[in-house]
């Protein structure tokens, strides 16, 4: 291959690799637009395709920059960060605090012994004296409920009590003591552990950063939340307080005069409520993370450190679209339909034309009008010369045509719908009820 053939080749598979990049992104400093992946495979094609262009030797100092620079944000998306949400993060963190203070709190008169020698006649006798009381308060009340089941409990508790020793007992009290020190001890360290294994597990590969940017940049612009947490205080903060209202009030006294006076509702009541709305769930939200943070760590652990087996489980769990490019045959279409006769066609106008490949409908634009037919440039920078009768508008297609999209601009088609068009972009929704928006470049028809 000459030097020519092979940049060529390197620049269209240079391309390949950019518009296979989920997110595009721009330099606010430069304006300069460029695109960064967003899953594994991405990052994959895109590291396979870059040694495939290396091979190619081309000698090119400025394309070979280009190159370098994309090679770079291919190595550094498989690199880590620490990316931990930050609700979880607190609440796991309050957790641990407050079961490292429960620890501790008199964790050395608790293991050693929180009761003395000196104490056990009273504290023996304290304990009879209670057993006693409570045995003469359920005799008082033999109609309440369980009163006979606690007057026995009692009765056998003081029973038991009176064949040991005041030491005994003081020394039962003491092991029962350190006992619960040590399961608290136990809980906080276990604690500790799990915050240790949650922020490890919070350490995401770049591309899983950047999706998490392309998402909320989605969720803004259509001015969605970001997450479940946010969007139950956006909403409760949302509630409405009436504003303060002065009233006159008549009053007939009983002595028959009229008292007049001003009245004013504050609002205050339904403010106090809303609070305690917003306290009640991030009390609810609090336990709810705790409890679920095992699982948070396992969930983690599988997207970051395991992500080519979580993509094949994701994938076939929420993406079972059957792709009408995984064999040969399925690539040509079969369908020749009869379309309208368009006339008056010009050098520059958009259309749709039979590719001879497959017999599909491509976006292109007209470069040479001729007598029967006319020179194509498709979209991905293919010309062809079409005959005018395999020509057709993109309305048309689009009211009477069957469409399949690019998925995801990832190079595989399948079977869709198109819902909607806004802004020069189509809403379309796939076989397996997902959707998605667009461009005319990404669509074909048969």
């Not at 050395?108 to 009879?128: F, H, M, V, W």
């Not at 020509?391 to 819902?419: F, H, M, R």
Request: one cysteine or more.
């Amino acid at each position: 291959m000459d030097n020519n053939n092979g940049l060529s080749k390197a620049r269209e598979l240079y391309n390949q690799i950019v518009e296979s990049f989920s997110y595009k992104t721009s330099d606010p400093a430069t304006h300069e637009s460029g695109a960064l992946p967003v899953s594994y495979s991405e990052v994959k094609y895109g590291l396979a395709t870059i040694a495939e262009i290396e091979n190619l030797k081309v000698s090119d100092a400025e394309f070979n920059a280009k190159l370098a620079k994309l090679k770079a944000i291919c190595t550094k998306s498989l690199r880590r960060k620490m990316r931990p949400s930050l609700a979880v993060l607190i609440a796991a963190v309050v957790w641990v605090s407050l079961n490292i203070f429960m620890a501790t709190s008199n964790l050395s008169d608790d293991l050693n012994g929180r009761y003395k020698p000196a104490e056990a006649d009273k504290i023996y006798n304290d304990a009879i004296a209670s057993h006693s009381q409570l045995i003469e308060y359920y005799k008082a009340r033999p109609n309440a409920d369980d009163s006979k089941k606690w007057q026995d409990h009692h009765s056998q508790e003081l029973k038991s009590l009176r064949t040991i020793s005041p030491l005994a007992y003081l020394n039962q009290q003491n092991q029962k003591i350190k006992s619960k020190a040590q399961k608290k001890l136990i809980t906080a360290i276990a604690s500790v552990l799990l915050l240790i294994a949650y922020l490890l597990s919070a350490r995401a590969p770049m591309f899983l950063v950047y999706n998490r940017k392309k998402q909320v940049e989605l969720a803004r612009e259509k001015k969605m939340s970001t997450g479940i947490l946010k969007s139950v205080l956006s909403a409760l903060w949302a509630i409405p307080v009436p504003e303060p209202r002065t009233y006159r009030v008549k009053t007939l006294m009983s002595n028959g005069t009229v008292r007049e006076e001003n009245v004013t509702e504050t609002g205050a009541g339904m403010l106090i409520m809303k609070y305690i709305f917003i306290l009640l769930a991030l009390i609810v939200a609090f336990y709810v993370m705790i409890i679920a943070l095992p699982v948070l760590i396992v969930f983690n652990y599988l997207r970051n450190y395991q992500y080519v087996f979580f993509n094949r489980v994701s994938e076939a769990l929420f993406r079972k679209k059957h792709s009408t490019t995984e064999n040969a045959e399925a690539r040509v279409n079969t369908k020749k339909r009869k379309l309208p006769v368009v006339e008056n066609y010009k050098s520059g106008d958009a259309v749709l034309a039979r590719y001879a490949a497959d017999n599909y409908f491509y976006y292109g634009t007209i470069e040479y009008v001729g007598d029967q037919s006319l020179t194509i440039l498709y979209y991905d920078g293919t010309k062809e010369e079409v005959q005018k009768k395999d020509i057709c508008l993109l309305d048309y297609a689009v009211q009477n045509l069957k469409a399949e999209a690019n998925w995801q601009n990832k190079g595989s088609y399948y079977g869709c719908s198109i819902t909607g068009c806004h802004a020069g972009k189509f809403t379309v929704k796939y076989e397996d009820n997902s959707t998605e928006e667009v461009g005319a470049d990404q669509l074909r028809f048969y």
